[in-house]
């Protein structure tokens, strides 16, 4: 039978210091408690439940639509049991085992919450627990052993003795148990130091009620980091984006200085993709085979296909890059910018809404907005589409093979069709045709011996 998962995840957060519930706050782009119920549904659970107090309104907004995902509120924070008898109503009728893990711990493994519900399962307990050995424990609750191994019970660190204290295995807090729980969890008292109903108690509780206890050991206390303050945020930070780097360098993208790479978990690269140092991926942005990325690009919801080419300093968002497209260094791609294969785009060139069709080129300092530009077309420096008056923005048709001088303002809406030719400077707010040559400026007129007569060498 599949397993359910409750994420506690109530705590009030205060050390975060902000207007933000801590479980929102963004870790690469998503929100903290996001990274637990993903891995909640990826280790098979059939339901997830999120117990949230602080900010719950925010919380459930932002997971709106999440099939299986349920939020329940615990009004006050009387302690972990406590949050966990909130899930009650959800689970009630769930007949399966229980995964109980913490929402500000998002590094935990999928492996983990699997390998806690089979450990469960192999050795018919009642309850499984993970354990982790540290070499510092401070702070966190001991496992106490009699002399066969066996589990007793936990105490918390403000309840142990300096014996105890002294224990290195501890409780990261991620448990599994059998549905007989809810009626267990009615037997966690509140008569410790904090005066809270503690979870782990539940350890005592269900070898009083002669079950067994299975517990898993894991090697990789990085799972454990907690994030209660922005320094803990932005170590996690740190541990997601090595295990980012080395997973996309284990699948063939090769990474210059890859401590500087930033890089989203909903990002996706093919292999021989190469990043230069400082380059930033996030969102849905996705880079097909030998794309390369230059020094301190910037690449949100952006698609660069095959073999395309992102030089320095270039800022894209929503853009699309075709096979062989280059933009760069120091571009712009603004949302629903499209080069189509070939296209060229050169150093401070913003597009937006604009699609440069095959090899057409803008080469240096143009902007290009609600505009589209046929093959083989070139916008020459200095180029500006005028598409907003003020209300409403309006379209730049241009086709192929057209030239456009430098210079020029396209006051749209206006068409140039194909192989005409635009003089530099020119301001055009008339459509211009096939093959036309267009020159919209004052004719120049050169007054012959101007600076002799004004130096008083006249004749
Ligand atoms: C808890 C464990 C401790 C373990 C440690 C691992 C208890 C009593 N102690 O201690 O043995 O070593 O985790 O990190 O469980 N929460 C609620 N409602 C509450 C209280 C807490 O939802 O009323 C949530 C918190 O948001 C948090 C989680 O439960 O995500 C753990 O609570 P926290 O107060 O951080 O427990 P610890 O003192 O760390
Ligand atoms: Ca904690």
Redesign the pocket.
């Known amino acids: 039978m599949a397993h359910a998962v409750v994420i506690?995840?109530?705590?009030l957060g205060t050390r975060m210091k902000s207007k933000l519930p801590k479980v929102l706050h963004p870790l690469l782009g998503k929100p903290l408690v996001g990274y637990c119920i993903d891995t909640a549904f990826a280790s098979g659970a059939e339901k997830v439940v999120v117990?949230i107090?602080h900010g719950a309104e925010q919380v459930r907004q932002t997971f709106e639509g999440y099939p299986n995902l349920h939020f329940v509120v615990?009004e006050q924070?009387?302690?972990?049991a406590?949050?966990l008898a909130q899930a009650q109503p959800v689970l009630a009728d769930h007949q399966g085992p229980i995964v109980v893990t913490?929402?500000?711990?998002p590094l935990t493994r999928v492996e983990t919450l699997a390998g806690l519900v089979a450990a469960m399962q192999a050795e018919g307990a009642g309850m499984a627990l993970l354990t982790m050995r540290l070499d510092d424990p401070t702070?966190?609750?001991r496992i106490l052993r009699d002399e066969q191994g066996q589990i007793l019970g936990?105490v918390?660190q403000k309840d142990a003795t300096p014996e105890q204290q002294a224990i290195r295995e501890?409780?990261?807090?991620v448990y599994c148990f059998d549905s007989s729980v809810w009626e267990k969890l009615q037997r966690v008292e509140n008569h410790n130091a904090a005066g809270?109903y503690?979870?782990?108690d539940l350890i005592r509780i269900y070898r009083e009620a002669g079950q067994k206890l299975a517990s898993v050991e894991s090697k990789d206390t990085g799972e454990?980091l907690?994030v209660n303050s922005r320094a803990q945020l932005a170590e996690v930070e740190r541990v997601l984006l090595q295990r980012l780097r080395a997973d996309w360098m284990n699948r063939g993208v090769r990474m210059i200085q890859p401590e500087t790479t930033y890089i989203e978990p909903s990002v996706e690269l093919a292999p021989d993709v190469t990043l230069w140092p400082g380059v930033i991926l996030r969102g849905k942005t996705r880079l097909g085979e030998g794309v390369e990325v230059g020094a301190y690009a910037v690449l949100t919801d952006t698609v660069v296909e095959a073999g395309g080419k992102i030089k320095s300093h270039t800022v894209c968002d929503e853009a699309y890059v075709s096979s062989g497209a280059d933009a760069g260094p120091f571009a712009r791609l603004r949302p629903k910018a499209y080069l189509e294969e070939g296209a060229h785009v050169g150093n401070f060139v913003e597009l937006k809404n604009a699609r440069l069709g095959k090899r057409a080129k803008a080469g240096h300092l143009a902007y290009l907005g609600d505009a589209e530009v046929g093959e083989e077309s070139n916008i020459g420096a200095g180029v500006i589409t005028a598409n907003y008056d003020g209300q409403r923005k309006h379209k730049t048709t241009i086709g192929k093979r057209v030239f456009v001088g430098s210079n020029s303002v396209l006051i749209a809406p206006v068409a140039l069709a194909d192989d005409s030719f635009i003089a530099g400077g020119s301001s055009i707010n008339q459509d211009v045709p096939e093959e036309a040559l267009a020159i919209a400026r004052e004719r120049q007129r050169n007054i012959e011996g101007y600076m002799k007569r004004k130096r008083g060498e006249g004749s």
Request: zero cysteines; hydrophobic letters at 30%; glycine letters at 24%.
């Open positions: 506690l995840a109530a705590g117990v107090g615990q924070q009387l302690g972990t406590h949050a913490q929402g500000d711990t702070g966190y609750g936990n918390e501890i409780n990261p807090g809270e503690y979870l782990p454990l907690g």
